[in-house]
């Protein structure tokens, strides 16, 4: 399930982590710097020698800093060599070379940054520069941020890096960024547009996603913030089409970049001495020049040249354990504590004849295994010594049921399938007596039920304010969510399982069952449309699911969503440093994985997590979502490797269509003839009604039933493509 980075990988990567015991920041340490958590250089200097090339990475990097001291340290003939020489080197305790050489203040640093953007310490990002060998991990290495070189709010707190630090790498769905002070011309560079993604796979693209164990290109777009004041220049941004593999090397190369001017876009001093073999006296800067020595290597065996670069860095992806292993034990254990049937439940109260569609609302509330140090927001799970969650008791979760009138049609009983539905951001369970969910359960006869999904529910609003100002509380929102996973599993098994909810008087007619129990469902929208996806690869109990206009990563979905501004009111003003902003999403999204489908997406339809079964997934979406962007459901797709129903009314590279029916799962995208949304990372100026009209169209629902079903497939609903006119509340195009 888990694979460790090759040993030619960490080679490539395993000379730069000296980088943060000798120090290389351009900013004096932040007075408020906490000691107990800076990186000392005996924590951070001595790689693993299994893990890395034959000579140590210590080794090497005296080497380097000795060679490279002279005119004859030019670049290497090869991917291993390094410069030599036997003249005595000049170094930066030399006052005289000291005085004519400003980068020499890189080796009194007290904060480890990466030199190679001189703006902000954490940039480029993300950076192998951050990382520390660590035998323990899948990939051998561990995050080593230092608190000082993490970014700082408006009131001066750095955000506290103990919760990253526990990754043995980056996001496999990284906003991958880079600062140029004389900006860069988007149109004159002909950076690969979001319209194309497939251009970043083009042998001349400007911008490079280089898998370095593989060779392989990734596809992907580049963009400038275009949320940055005017007045500032703004960061470049690269996001991978698809999700990257996790415990994978990858390069991020760039090339013939214009600047505002029309001049090609200048290096930065310390990468042109690195990718031109010059002299420097510079410590830091020589401990890596055997690592990037390789890095050319590799780029030039893929066709890059190292001459034209002008920024190229790398860094490694976190493994499926980092990403899941806290999950997969919280739901293991649960479980086991739980024991193998329902758990335990009341029921509250009973509406009777609640509308034309529904018989019977039954609210309640069931017992669940607890693994945060609290039942109510903000908590953080509860761990053992192996960082596992370990339970704090139980705690009580609500329900609400709804029966439809098909169950009792003509005085008989017609057991309804059970459906787990997920809600929508900051909602709630009450999403279950939505006028259109209601008429569905009645029409094909679901018994529709729901739960709080707790870290992005209603009643998580109001600890979201503090930790949206001062974001080292975040971790609290991903653990929240993780134990979300576990209630809905238990939900499930309240709909489902024989000594559940079927043995209430409620769920009966005259003693007869009006649950069929045989098989379990989910359909979840919006938010229950991103966060099934992690539902489905954790659950044992569903094997079908529909997620409605979802996507994943909320980092890529949020600054291009409707809603951008619940974050960004925020956000904004704690960070308001446009730059920061920037690093905070990616950031974020480091740990987002672990509470989001972009953590398990390997394991949903192939590969399944221990005790989990593959799963099938019908994704439905729509053209121009305002709130949910195409992109985001785009790179889920494409994940997944799934095809569409032919012809599609979104044609996507990298999402083949193939003739329906057929089994197994699919991406059916919807076309409401809805006003176009932005393309680059702002929000749109309203609502256009897509994400709702979706769900109500006739066609999605025959769909919807004819896949949830033991032998559903994926159907035709269309004549051509799914296009619709004349929608209700929708801003047609």
């Given at each position: ?662 089994a197994g799962s699919a991406f059916a995208p919807y076309d409401v003839d809805a006003t176009a949304t ?56």
């Open positions: 399930m888990t694979t460790r980075v090759t040993a030619a990988a960490l080679s490539l990567v395993a000379v730069s982590l000296c980088l943060a015991a000798c120090g290389n920041d351009r900013r004096a340490a932040s007075p408020t710097a906490t000691p107990s958590r800076t990186v000392t250089a005996s924590a951070m200097r001595t790689p693993t020698p299994s893990r890395t090339a034959a000579s140590s990475a210590t080794a090497s990097s005296t080497a380097a800093a000795s060679a490279s001291a002279t005119a004859s340290a030019t670049r290497a003939a090869s991917a291993t060599s390094t410069p030599t020489t036997t003249a005595t080197p000049l170094t930066c305790d030399d006052p005289t070379v000291r005085a004519q050489e400003p980068l020499c203040a890189l080796d009194d640093a007290t904060v480890a940054c990466d030199f190679l953007i001189a703006a902000k310490c954490l940039l480029p990002y993300p950076s192998s520069a951050f990382l520390r060998t660590d035998p323990t991990t899948p990939t051998g290495f561990r995050l080593a941020y230092q608190r000082d070189a993490m970014p700082m709010n408006a009131d001066g707190v750095h955000i506290d890096p103990t919760e990253w630090n526990t990754l043995d790498g980056f996001s496999p769905g990284p906003l991958i960024q880079a600062f140029f002070p004389s900006g860069v011309d988007v149109v004159a560079s002909a950076l690969p547009p979001i319209t194309a993604v497939e251009r970043g796979l083009a042998a001349d693209s400007p911008t490079v996603l280089l898998d370095a164990e593989t060779g392989e290109r990734i596809a992907h777009f580049a963009e400038l913030d275009a949320g940055a004041a005017d007045s500032t220049v703004p960061m470049l941004l690269i996001r991978p089409a698809v999700r990257l593999r996790d415990a994978h090397h990858y390069i991020v190369a760039m090339r013939n970049l214009v600047d505002r001017d029309g001049q090609p876009v200048q290096p930065e001093r310390p990468f042109q001495i690195l990718r031109d073999g010059l002299a420097t006296p510079v410590r830091v800067i020589n401990a890596r020049r055997p690592q990037f020595e390789q890095l050319f290597a590799t780029l030039a065996q893929a066709g890059v040249e190292r001459d034209n670069l002008q920024l190229a860095w790398d860094f490694v992806t976190a493994s499926s354990a980092a990403l899941t292993r806290r999950a997969l034990a919280l739901r293991d254990r649960g479980l086991a504590a739980n024991g193998p049937g329902a758990p335990p439940f009341t029921v509250d109260s009973i509406e009777e004849n609640v509308s034309a569609h529904i018989l019977r609302r039954v609210s309640g509330h069931f017992t669940v295994p607890l693994f945060l140090n609290s039942a109510t927001p903000p908590a953080r799970l509860n761990l053992d010594a192996s960082g596992l969650p370990l339970q704090a008791g139980t705690t009580s979760a609500s329900f609400l049921v709804e029966i439809p009138r098909a169950a009792v049609a003509d005085g008989a009983a017609h057991p309804a399938r059970p459906l787990v539905y997920g809600h929508g951001l900051l909602g709630s369970q009450d999403e279950v007596k939505t006028d259109y969910l209601e008429a569905l359960a009645d029409r094909f006869d679901f018994i529709v039920g729901g739960t709080n999904w707790i870290g992005m529910s209603e009643e998580d609003v109001t600890p979201f304010v503090p930790i949206l100002r001062e974001l080292s509380g975040f971790p609290a929102i991903p653990d929240r969510l993780q134990q979300a996973m576990l209630n809905f599993i238990l939900l499930g098994r309240l709909l489902s399982r024989p000594d559940g909810l079927v043995t209430h008087p409620a769920f009966q007619l005259e003693g007869q069952p009006l649950i069929d129990t045989q098989q379990l469902y989910y359909y979840g929208n919006s938010m229950g449309g991103i966060e099934g996806g992690a539902y489905m690869a954790l659950t044992p109990d569903t094997v079908r699911g529909v997620l409605g206009v979802g996507g994943i990563n909320y980092s890529l979905l949020i600054p291009r969503s409707v809603y951008a501004g619940v974050f960004s009111g925020l956000i904004d003003p704690a960070y308001p440093d446009a730059l920061d902003r920037q690093l905070v999403l990616g950031l974020i999204q480091q740990l987002w994985d672990r509470g989001e489908p972009q953590g398990y997406l390997p394991h949903l339809i192939d590969d399944p997590l221990p005790g989990t079964p593959a799963k099938k997934i019908l994704m439905q979406i729509g053209v121009y979502d305002a709130q949910v962007p195409n992109i985001g459901s785009a790179v889920e797709a494409r994940s997944l490797g799934l095809a569409a129903p032919a012809p599609s009314a979104l044609p996507l590279f990298g999402v083949p269509e193939i003739a329906a029916p057929f932005p393309l680059d990372n702002t929000p749109p100026s309203d609502d256009n009604g897509v994400h709702e009209a979706v769900r109500r169209l006739d066609a999605s629902q025959r769909q919807l039933d004819a896949f949830l079903r033991p032998d559903g497939q994926v159907t035709d609903v269309c004549p051509g493509p799914c296009f619709f006119t004349g929608v209700p509340d929708v801003e047609s195009r």
